[in-house]
């Protein structure tokens, strides 16, 4: 069974500051995605990973996947409070059906 | 817009009575699924379809059950809703693997 691992849950920080959120999982898989999620609403697509190396970017966030480690990052430089929102992972089970096991997601609240 | 609703948006029912939920694409997008999302679960995948009749089921299909008899439209049945199954539920699209999630807006589910 694929276990998915996101941590931090819950990451408070400052506007400006540099932070990383991690994304384990149990067995092996080489495509990732990344999700966001605002208060209430639906879950838009950030990045899409899909080989060992892979680096994304797309403003202040950026993601990375080590399928050797099992490891995926996300990385927010200066963060600002429009990033304020639950950001998820999810690893794709090789079911060959795109069916995809999600973590817990890290709430992400930026204050001034 | 994105080309994936789901209806009702918010439903109210009792405990006991039979609830179907729909999901419609406009995409031609093979892969369809049903997640649900909890507090502290992240999403889970109740069952998913990779094609016209074909379904298949996920981590958490005790209690539901889905059709597709179209290719734009997958239906999920609480056969008879109990209150665990209160929660929000989205529905997903894929063109396939290494493709991602499209989401639906969920349908908020109380079950009384």
């Known amino acids: 069974e694929l276990k998915v691992e996101q941590n931090p849950l819950f990451l408070s920080m400052q506007e400006g500051k540099n932070y990383t959120i991690y994304c384990n999982y149990s067995?092996?898989?080489?495509?990732l995605y990344w999700y966001r999620q605002d208060p209430g609403k639906s879950l838009e697509s950030l990045f899409v990973?899909?080989?060992?190396?892979a680096v994304k970017q797309e403003g202040r966030l950026m993601a990375s996947l080590d399928t050797k480690a099992r490891l995926s990052t996300l990385h927010i430089t200066a963060a600002v409070h429009d990033l304020s929102a639950t950001y998820f992972c999810a690893v794709d089970m090789n079911s060959g059906y795109s069916t995809l096991t999600f973590g817990k997601g890290t709430m992400l609240l930026v204050s001034p | 817009d994105a080309g994936i609703t789901q209806s009702p948006r918010h439903k109210v029912t009792e405990t006991g009575t039979p609830v179907t939920l729909r999901c419609h694409q406009t995409?031609?997008?093979?892969?369809m699924y049903w997640y649900r999302q909890d507090p502290g679960h992240g999403l889970r995948l109740i069952h998913y379809?990779?094609?016209?009749?074909?379904?298949d089921k996920g981590e958490v299909s005790d209690g539901y059950s889905v059709s597709r008899s179209k290719t734009e439209d997958f239906l999920l049945t609480l056969e008879s809703a109990t209150s665990s199954q209160t929660s929000v539920y989205f529905c997903?699209?894929?063109?396939?693997?290494?493709?991602?999630?499209?989401f639906g807006s969920g349908t908020r589910l109380t079950v009384v």
């Open positions: 379809s990779y094609g016209v009749k074909d379904t």
């Open positions: 990973l899909l080989s060992n190396g």
């Open positions: 067995t092996t898989s080489d495509r």
């Open positions: 995409e031609n997008h093979r892969y």
């Open positions: 997903a699209i894929s063109e396939g693997v290494g493709y991602g999630y499209t």
